[in-house]
């Protein structure tokens, strides 16, 4: 008597969540688009749609997954170099958002894709991604009260950390609308805002101020 042969189904790959976000970034940087189901983005990675699931609860999860990498892998480098860690808080401030927009220069069409609109800025839905900011500026207020670096913020320490996410996203509109050669005025944007902010506590805040305001108007002028 023959036996049946029983064939069985290839079994999907399964997937790290890591390299789910890099082929998220993949079909981004193929499509210019996103996915327009989870059915598709999986098909796409040639995953088990249960291995998505195990991981995301949906694309938007994954897509904030990719900000939320973007800052946390930074801050992870930042933590472990010694130059860093000897810094001020001020210089601390300058070296994580000279640090993320160098990263975002190398996804550049997909942050800004991604963050949308930024006078209505999607990222403001991106919830892990904010506290994981506003985590990390709250710990640099700390830090900076303790060594009078802002200690005109007396315990204010959460409103640094909401500052300094509407500097983050004022930055962000800023570098999307950069032309200049090696966005070099984003740099600019980022050292005089982040001055700013400092000298608020201190004495220089006027000086700083009408800066930081010569520098904006400088380029929001007509050519």
């Excluded at 079909?27 to 040639?46: A, D, I, M, Q, T």
């Excluded at 994954?62 to 930074?74: I, K, T």
Aim: proline share 2%; charged share 25%.
């Amino acid at each position: 008597m023959l036996v049946p042969f029983k064939t069985h189904p290839m079994k999907k790959k399964s997937v790290s969540e890591a390299s789910m976000e890099q082929q998220y970034m993949a079909f981004f940087e193929e499509h210019y688009r996103r996915p327009n189901s989870v059915l598709e983005f999986v098909k796409y990675c040639g995953v088990a749609e249960g291995d998505f699931y195990a991981k995301h609860s949906s694309l938007e999860h994954l897509e904030e997954s990719v900000w939320m990498n973007m800052a946390d892998g930074l801050i992870h480098r930042l933590a472990e170099d010694e130059t860093y860690m000897a810094y001020s808080v001020r210089e601390k401030t300058l070296a994580f958002f000279f640090g993320f927009f160098e990263e975002a220069l190398k996804h550049r069409s997909f942050v800004l894709y991604s963050a949308g609109d930024l006078k209505n800025p999607a990222l403001l839905k991106f919830k892990r991604f904010k506290s994981t900011l506003s985590e990390y500026f709250e710990a640099l207020a700390v830090a900076g009260i303790e060594a009078e670096e802002l200690s005109g913020l007396g315990n204010l320490s959460r409103w640094y950390a909401k500052g300094a996410l509407a500097q983050f996203l004022f930055l962000l509109n800023f570098w999307k609308n950069d032309s200049s050669s090696g966005f070099e005025a984003t740099d600019e944007a980022i050292e005089r805002s982040v001055n700013l902010i400092f000298d608020l506590a201190g004495m220089n805040a006027l000086e700083s101020g009408l800066g930081f305001a010569r520098f904006l108007f400088r380029h929001n002028s007509p050519a």
